[in-house]
């Protein structure tokens, strides 16, 4: 439940500091679940591979978000040229920011859906493999 509340934080527009508190999240559930594969002693990279892989593009993902995105206090000095000199280039930046604003919500929205949409679906085909896997590994009884 959290890491979807996460996914959602990090999707949706706005809310520069719930991201970070979501980025560092989930760096710390998959950190943690390759931490207690390797003190359970399951050397295999099969166990460990997929949180560190997940934790790898949660990395990626906090490292190459776009400055909009970003804490203020986090965001790259910006060059001279981006400056406006009197606000005459301002005219029509809120109409632009609504306009961008709305349309970060329904991309959101639509990544979302596709994504649960792909995972219903795909669901029936990865069940009875990862129960076999479950069983082959000693987690669960037949």
Not at 26 to 32: A, E, I, M, Q
Request: with cysteine.
């Amino acid at each position: 439940m959290w890491q979807v509340a996460a996914a959602v934080a990090i999707i949706v527009p706005g809310f520069a500091l719930i991201k970070e508190w979501a980025y560092a999240g989930s760096f710390f559930l998959w950190t943690g679940a390759v931490w207690s594969h390797l003190l359970a002693g399951d050397s295999s990279p099969g166990l460990w591979g997929v949180p560190l892989a997940f934790c790898l593009c949660a990395i990626a993902s906090w490292v190459l978000r776009p400055t909009d995105r970003r804490l203020p206090v986090t965001q790259l000095l910006r060059h001279r040229g981006d400056a406006t000199a009197g606000g005459s280039s301002t005219q029509g930046a809120g109409a632009r920011s609504l306009r961008n604003g709305r349309r970060g919500w329904v991309v959101s929205i639509g990544l979302l859906v596709l994504a649960y949409a792909f995972s219903f679906l795909t669901l029936p085909v990865v069940e009875p493999v990862m129960h076999d896997r479950a069983v082959e590994l000693g987690w669960i009884d037949t």
